[in-house]
């Protein structure tokens, strides 16, 4: 029996399960109607109201599980109906408000939206604009804040609340990190899924001869507990993939790449970024445009690696595995489209492996691509430093290597305001959205503590000593690395 973080997990898991199932059987047309009543038999409903809003949320599910609004362009959508069991409320003047004499509160708010009723402050939340103003003044610390969850994960200000009192994303703020899917705990926020496109491929495949590659993410390392990675490469293979190769060979291509590039920018300009996280490399050209010249100029390990398998099979698809929203929608950006196809998370792969019964950990080893340990650490907060670092430690430099790792938006937001005003003492910097990095992301199955340790032993099943080695066999002369960042590339 799968186990799950949280309930939100699990409900989304049995729609793409069902999709899954039913798209392999080539019947999805007539099981979208008979979904709803298999994930909510009822007659109780699980959580909502009634069975029937419970239904009609499962529907819009169905709808995102099969690519969501194809006039938004955003991967990321807020569900309407699920969207309205939070509190409603912002700001609430709670039992410790003692009725001060001072009234510093009613003095604060510039819509009038505090008044005084028996002694005690009352907002009018019909006036109540949340500025915030009447907590920060209140010396009884009265004032609750019960911000809803999503809005708090999102460190980018890019969700604000209606007048219907629903989530809206802000399309020129929103980063398509995930964070606000991860943390809405009624799962009205979701990603749009290629599920149903990826299994149609496969079953194409078929018949066209057309080879379709999985390429997974070395997050993988810590998603499912229960099987060896080499278990987890069988059971995807099984589902009809013709091959499945490490993201972390790609890694490794960057990686390189990356310490060339810092030998000859630095000097140049005084701090280099990476450019393998899409929703950093988002942040900047939304927030800092000015700093795009920082950023490497390099493709993310995703794209790299999809361009040599490419090169040795034109006519090949690539279908990227991992815990990353945003390369939803990486994929999607002008200068990158063809290279990779679709983009799932693991929950995805969760759901398709279960839809046709494999079991993982009762499956035969597959063989590891030789991938270095420094190309599979980079799914962790650091890894990318410690891999350019090594490569810089071998041939050195003119200028030394100081970089600043960052965990999380937060963190890169800083460095990067840092930089925009003369004040950052390092000359590179590691951005990565997700705090812990990629194994933070928001379509990771395990978001746990043990995430960093399972990569690293991940790092240490390489057979190859570093990059050089894992990447010796084959021909790079041809592949294009390098993308224009002085434009905004949408």
Same mark, same amino acid.
């Given at each position: 029996?799968?186990?799950?973080?949280n309930h939100?997990?699990?409900?989304?898991y049995?729609v793409?399960?069902?999709?899954?199932?039913?798209?392999?059987?080539g !019947?999805?047309?007539?099981?979208?109607?008979?979904i709803?009543y298999? #994930?909510d038999?009822?007659?109780?409903?699980?959580?909502?109201?009634?069975?029937?809003k419970?239904?009609?949320? #499962?529907?819009?599910?169905?709808?995102?599980?099969l690519?969501g609004?194809k006039?938004?362009?955003?991967i990321? $959508?807020?569900?309407?109906?699920?969207?309205?069991?939070?509190?409603?409320?912002r700001?609430?003047?709670t039992?410790a408000?003692?009725?001060?004499?001072?009234?510093?509160? #009613?003095?604060?708010?510039?819509?009038?939206?505090?008044?005084?009723?028996g002694?005690?402050a /009352?907002?009018?939340?019909?006036k109540?604009?949340e500025?915030?103003k009447?907590?920060?003044?209140?010396p009884?610390?009265?004032?609750?804040?019960?911000?809803?969850?999503c809005?708090?994960?999102c460190?980018?200000?890019?969700?604000?609340?209606?007048?219907?009192k629903?989530?809206?994303?802000?399309e020129?703020?929103?980063?398509?990190?995930?964070?606000? /899917?991860?943390?809405?705990?009624?799962?009205?926020?979701?990603?749009?899924?290629?599920?149903?496109?990826?299994?149609?491929?496969?079953?194409?495949?078929?018949?066209?001869?057309?080879?379709?590659?999985?390429?997974i993410?070395?997050?993988?390392s810590?998603?499912?507990?229960y099987?060896?990675?080499?278990q987890?490469?069988?059971?995807?293979?099984?589902?009809?993939?013709?091959d499945?190769?490490? /993201?972390?060979?790609?890694?490794d291509?960057?990686?390189?790449?990356?310490?060339?590039?810092?030998?000859?920018?630095?000097? #140049?300009?005084?701090t280099?970024?990476?450019?393998?996280?899409p929703?950093?490399?988002?942040?900047?050209?939304? /927030?800092?445009?000015?700093?795009?010249?920082?950023l490497?100029?390099?493709?993310?390990?995703?794209?790299?690696?999809?361009?040599?398998?490419?090169?040795?099979?034109?006519?090949?698809?690539?279908?990227?595995i991992g815990?990353?929203?945003?390369?939803k929608? $990486?994929i999607?950006? $002008?200068d990158?489209?063809g290279?990779?196809?679709?983009a799932?998370?693991?929950?995805?792969l969760?759901?398709?492996?279960?839809?046709?019964?494999i079991?993982?950990?009762?499956?035969e080893?597959?063989?590891l691509? !030789?991938?270095?340990?420094y190309?599979?650490?980079?799914?962790r907060?650091?890894?990318?430093?410690?891999?350019?670092?090594k490569?810089?430690?071998?041939?050195?430099?003119e200028?030394?290597f100081?970089?600043?790792?960052?965990?999380?938006?937060?963190e890169c =937001?800083?460095?990067?305001?840092?930089?925009?005003?003369?004040?950052? $003492?390092?000359?590179?910097?590691?951005?990565m959205?997700?705090?812990?990095?990629?194994?933070?992301?928001?379509?990771?199955?395990?978001?746990?503590?043990?995430?960093?340790?399972?990569?690293?032993?991940?790092?240490?099943?390489?057979?190859?000593?570093?990059?050089?080695?894992?990447?010796?066999a084959? =021909?790079?002369?041809?592949?294009?690395?390098?993308?224009?960042?002085?434009?905004?590339?949408?």
């Open positions: 029996m799968r186990k799950f973080e939100v997990q699990e409900m989304k049995e793409l399960k069902e999709v899954s199932r039913a798209a392999f059987q !019947n999805l047309e007539g099981a979208i109607p008979l709803p298999r #994930t038999p009822g007659p109780a409903p699980r959580i909502r109201c009634c069975i029937h419970e239904r009609v949320i #499962t529907m819009d599910r169905i709808r995102m599980a690519g609004d006039e938004n362009p955003n990321i $959508e807020v569900i309407d109906e699920a969207c309205d069991e939070c509190t409603i409320n700001f609430i003047i039992e408000c003692r009725g001060c004499l001072a009234h510093r509160c #009613t003095g604060a708010c510039p819509t009038d939206a505090i008044s005084i009723i002694s005690k /009352v907002i009018d939340q019909e109540c604009i500025c915030g009447c907590k920060e003044i209140c009884y610390n009265a004032v609750a804040d019960v911000m809803r969850p809005r708090r994960a460190e980018v200000g890019a969700l604000r609340i209606d007048e219907q629903k989530a809206v994303i802000d020129e703020k929103c980063i398509r990190c995930g964070a606000c /899917v991860y943390q809405c705990p009624f799962g009205a926020i979701m990603d749009k899924s290629s599920i149903n496109d990826v299994i149609k491929t496969l079953k194409d495949s078929k018949e066209s001869k057309v080879k379709v590659y999985a390429i993410a070395p997050s993988i810590s998603q499912f507990t099987a060896s990675i080499g987890v490469m069988a059971g995807i293979k099984k589902l009809g993939f013709h499945v190769i490490e /993201v972390a060979l790609g890694a291509m960057v990686a390189l790449e990356e310490a060339k590039e810092y030998r000859k920018v630095i000097g #140049t300009i005084e280099m970024t990476n450019s393998c996280c929703a950093f490399v988002e942040h900047v050209y939304k /927030v800092y445009p000015e700093l795009k010249k920082h490497s100029t390099l493709v993310s390990p995703m794209i790299a690696i999809s361009r040599l398998i490419k090169s040795l099979d034109p006519e090949g698809k690539v279908v990227f815990p990353c929203t945003a390369k929608e $990486e999607q950006k $002008e990158l489209k290279a990779t196809h679709y799932l998370t693991f929950e995805e969760a759901a398709m492996l279960d839809s046709q019964d079991v993982l950990d009762q499956l080893e597959r063989l691509d !030789n991938a270095s340990f190309g599979r650490i980079f799914a907060s650091g890894g990318l430093t410690k891999a350019l670092g490569l810089l430690e071998k041939d050195p430099a200028n030394p100081r970089p600043i790792t960052c965990d999380g938006i937060a =937001d800083k460095a990067l305001k840092k930089l925009k005003f003369g004040r950052l $003492e390092h000359n590179f910097i590691e951005g959205a997700c705090k812990g990095g990629c194994i933070g992301g928001a379509a990771s199955l395990s978001h746990g503590p043990k995430d960093k340790k399972a990569v690293d032993k991940y790092g240490e099943l390489a057979l190859e000593p570093d990059q050089e080695q894992s990447l010796r084959f =021909d790079l002369q041809s592949i294009e690395y390098h993308r224009d960042h002085s434009i905004n590339l949408e």
